[in-house]
């Protein structure tokens, strides 16, 4: 069961209003790596890790948290989009009609001067960004990229604004973003050490082992050969091998009916 609280977890409220601004936090909000990726992606490891309670309860904890970031982050949407222009009365002022040319036109024309789903270009979030593998360890991976493309925005974000309201909340959220990095980065660790390095660890016997830890080189670059002879994290050695001859043979498929290539004579 979830409660709402109508007090925000931290600040979030710009010193001035910025339609452009409120377009880039779009990003943070509805792209690939924004916080609703973060929010259902944690929720639905935690509410599939039966049996690990410890880990259960730290997805249940962050991926709450980020509903949280997720309304600090419309909240500072809303209040950037205050006063925007949006009317052919606007355009007669050519400061407001520039704001309009660099403003997401969804803001007004569908949300109403609002905050939304969708990136800075009006492409919608989907639900194709959430992980939630069922395996502890993948998922602990996929959470320290998550929270570190999302700092890496986060960052940008900051450098685009000299706005000290705006860049606030962001330093709150950057700190956040290094616990959570640091402590599915712990987490990991410990999976790790129960469950093995390799996803998933059980196939070992099966697979074909003699190219389990060969680097091989696809391109005119070397730079690969350096991992030769390097002991890999689950204590085997890389070995390197140049330019690998194809194994497949070519492919000799049985011709289709040609009243479906539509190429009959």
Sequence with gaps: MFTHTRKLQ??????????????????????????????????????????????KDLLLDTGTEEIGHVEMISTMIQYLLEDAPFSGEDQQDPKKQATMAAMDPEHALVHGLGPSLNNPNGAAWNAGYVTGSGNLVADMRFNVVRES?????????????????????????????????????????????????IVPGDMGDIEHSEFAHTVMSFSDGDGSKAFEGQTAKDGQKFAYQEHPEAMGGVPEFKPADPRLKNNQG
């Excluded at 700092?151 to 959570?180: C, I, N, P, W």
């Design 149 to 197: 493309q999302a700092r890496l925005q986060v960052s940008r974000l900051y450098y685009m604004t000299e706005d000290e309201g705006v860049r606030d909340m962001l330093k709150f959220l950057m700190a956040r973003e290094t616990q959570h990095q640091l402590q599915f980065m712990k987490a990991q660790e410990e999976l790790e050490e129960k469950y093995g390095k």
């Design 10 to 55: 931290y600040h979030a409220k710009p010193n001035h209003p910025d339609a452009m601004m409120a377009r880039r936090f779009q990003e943070a909000l509805g792209g690939q790596w924004g916080e609703t990726t973060g929010m259902m992606s944690y929720l639905s490891q935690g509410w599939a890790a039966s049996g690990d309670e410890k880990y």
